[in-house]
Structure formats: C-alpha cells, structure tokens
C-alpha cells in the first residue's frame, strides 16, 4: 500500500524471530521508500541484530543520498554482518563519498567484507578504485581475488592491464577465468600485451591469453592482428587468423588469403586463416578457395568448401558438384555448402537448375560398406529443401 503510517509498525517487525516476517516487513519499507529513510537510519543503532542487518540492507534498496553518511557508519561497526551490508548498500547508492571509506574496506579484517567492498567499487567505477582492486587481486582470500578481477574488468581501465596480467601470470588458477574475462571487457588497449603473452613459457598463460583474445571482437583491435600474422610465433598468428575472423573486418582478407595458401605456413595456421574468411564471407575470397577445392590436401579441400559454403557465392558451384565425389567428410561439407547457396534464394534459373540436378546425390542415405575387409562409403544423406 506505501502507507506511511505503516513505517513504525514495520521497522519493529524487523524484530520479529522469523525471517520470512522480517523480510517482508524490510520489502514494504523498501516500497514506501524516502518516507522510511529517518526511522531506518535510527534502526540501525537498534541493540536488536536482526533490525541492524535488515535496516542497512533496505536503506541500500531505497537508494535516498541522506543514507550515505550513517551507512559509512555501520561500514565500521562491529558487527561484520552490519559491515557486509552496508558495503553493498554504499554500492547500490553508488554516491562518491563512499569510494574513500570502500576503498578502505578493502582491508578489512573480514573476506565477506571485502568482497563486498570489492563488488561496490566494481559497481561504482571510476579511476579512484582501480589501483586499490589491483591491489586487492593480491589478497589472500580466493574470492576476494577472483571478485577483484571481475570489478576491474566493470571498470575496463587500461591501468588495469598489468596488474590482471602478473595475477594470470601467476599461475592463479582461482582467478584464471576472471581475469580473462576482465582483459577481455578493457579490450583493444589489451591486445598488444595479449599478443605477447601468447608466447609466454606457461601454457596455461598462453591459453588464457588466447582465451581473452577470441572474447574481444572489437573492429579496432584488426589493424594489431593483422600485424600479428606475420609474427614469429605460429601459435600468435593462429590466434590472430581466428580473431579477424570473429571481428570480420574485410581489411583481413589479402593476408587471410596469403597465410592459407603459404606452403611455408604451419597448418594449424593456415586452417584458420580458411576458417576466418569463411567467417568474414567477402568474395575476394572464393578464388583461392576454389582453387583449393581443386588442388590442396584434404584437410585444405576440407576447409575451403566449409568457407565457400558460408560465402555462398554461386561462382563456387561446379567445384562444390565436384567435390561431391571426393571422401566423405569434404563430400558431406560439400553438399550442405550447396543446399546453403540454394537456401540464400539468390540462384539464376541456371544456377538453381545446376543444383536440382545434384538432389539424389545430395539426399542419398550414407551407407558404411566392408566387402571383403576394405571399407567403403556410399552416399551423403543431407537434407534438401523443397
């Protein structure tokens, strides 16, 4: 009802033994709002445990600035529940007169204190925590740490950066997942030490380099990947290859095109160099790609039909029809890179008349055959449309 008159009644239910009474009392007082603040402010003197925790944590839900200076207050009580509110209250107010006492709290004797604290500066933001949360990646507590990460990575301040860096480095595996993800949200400024991180002697610090590499799909991070596929390092250039395509900036596409059809360049490369063009979909592509279809290895056929399938372009359907009699994984690729072309509903009659004439190739039902100890497939069996 939001009925002022209820206040007094409510704030003493916040009493009450049972908690359910007790969190439906601090629900309305949180619906009446600003009208409750003063008597929510008193009840947080109240000698009654239950009052103290309930008031603070409602007080965070009305979010009326006059709460700021008692709740910096009950940051320093001696109750570590009281303290733990009223730190996530102060965040849920998000006012700037409680960065310095957060800040503070970083130190508190408490873990659930702390991380708390943590939580409000990460929802808060600004330059002032970022230094402190680098510092607190330091903490004993794992929870501490890892939460550390995550509000760094809700601020996304490049001073961050090393700080998540020596933590990844480490070897903190409590915090692995967190501190990519923070590397990941501060983004383009990141990439550079990402890159070189993907050269790091620890393999869990390269992966997890790599990791928050293909989480950041940002167009400014193209024109440092595309530097980075000439870089020594294959496992670089193989990352760089799978991020342009994730970003697919169309910028990529000549060295795409020159790391995939370099004899020189390792595989693993190469495939995701195809990989990435396929991503990307521009038509510069489909040259190469067919002349792959044509005259690479298998795991080259492979590849370049699957990317050929997802640019959709029609110049690549008599080297797909012919690829129909290759073995089975390029055959299969094959066929649904053309029921993909004949579902883009961008056929001339010729075109579409070439590819009706593929149907019982396409849909045959794939069959596994041993006669006399050799092993033979017949048959694709991939659905095509009306």
Do not use: C
């Not at 009223?86 to 310095?100: C, E, K, N």
């Not at 596994?368 to 017949?378: I, K, M, N």
């Amino acid at each position: 009802m939001g009925d002022p008159r209820a206040i007094t009644p409510l704030v003493a239910a916040l009493k009450d033994s049972d908690q359910e009474v007790r969190t439906i009392a601090a629900e309305a007082l949180g619906n009446i709002g600003a009208p409750a603040v003063e008597p929510l402010i008193a009840a947080i003197e109240d000698r009654d445990p239950y009052a103290r925790l309930a008031a603070v944590a409602t007080l965070g839900q009305i979010r009326d600035a006059r709460t700021i200076e008692p709740l910096v207050v009950a940051l320093g009580t001696a109750d570590e529940d009281v303290r733990r509110a009223a730190a996530t209250a102060l965040g849920q107010i998000a006012d700037p007169r409680a960065v310095d006492p957060l800040i503070a709290a970083l130190k508190d004797p408490n873990e659930g204190v702390r991380m708390s604290a943590v939580d409000a500066l990460g929802r808060m933001g600004g330059a002032p925590a970022v230094d402190p949360l680098a510092a607190a990646l330091k903490d004993w507590n794992e929870g501490v740490r890892r939460r550390a990460a995550d509000a760094l990575g809700q601020i996304a301040d490049a001073r961050a950066i090393g700080p998540l860096m020596a933590a990844l480095e480490g070897g903190d595996s409590h915090v692995k997942g967190s501190v990519v993800a923070a590397l990941a949200e501060i983004g383009v400024p990141a990439v550079a030490v990402l890159l070189a991180a993907l050269k790091d002697s620890d393999r869990d610090v390269r992966n997890a380099a790599a990791d928050a590499l293909g989480q950041i799909a940002d167009p400014g991070a193209a024109q440092p990947l595309i530097r980075a596929l000439a870089d020594e390092d294959w496992h670089v250039r193989m990352v760089a290859a799978e991020m342009l395509g994730k970003i697919g900036d169309i910028g990529a596409i000549e060295p795409l095109v020159d790391a995939f059809t370099s004899e020189q360049e390792v595989q693993h490369v190469r495939k995701a160099a195809v990989e990435a063009l396929g991503r990307i979909g521009d038509a510069r592509a489909v040259e190469p790609l067919v002349a792959a279809v044509r005259d690479g290895e298998g795991w080259q056929r492979k590849a370049a039909v699957e990317a050929l399938g997802r640019i959709g372009d029609a110049r690549a359907i008599e080297v797909l029809i012919d690829a129909l009699k290759d073995y089975l994984d390029v055959r299969k690729v094959a066929a649904e890179a053309l029921v993909a072309i004949y579902r883009s509903g961008q056929l001339g009659p010729q075109e579409r008349a070439l590819l009706l004439a593929q149907r019982s190739v396409i849909t045959e039902t794939h069959r596994d055959e041993y006669p006399y100890g050799s092993h033979e497939d017949s048959g694709i069996g991939v659905d095509f449309p009306d």
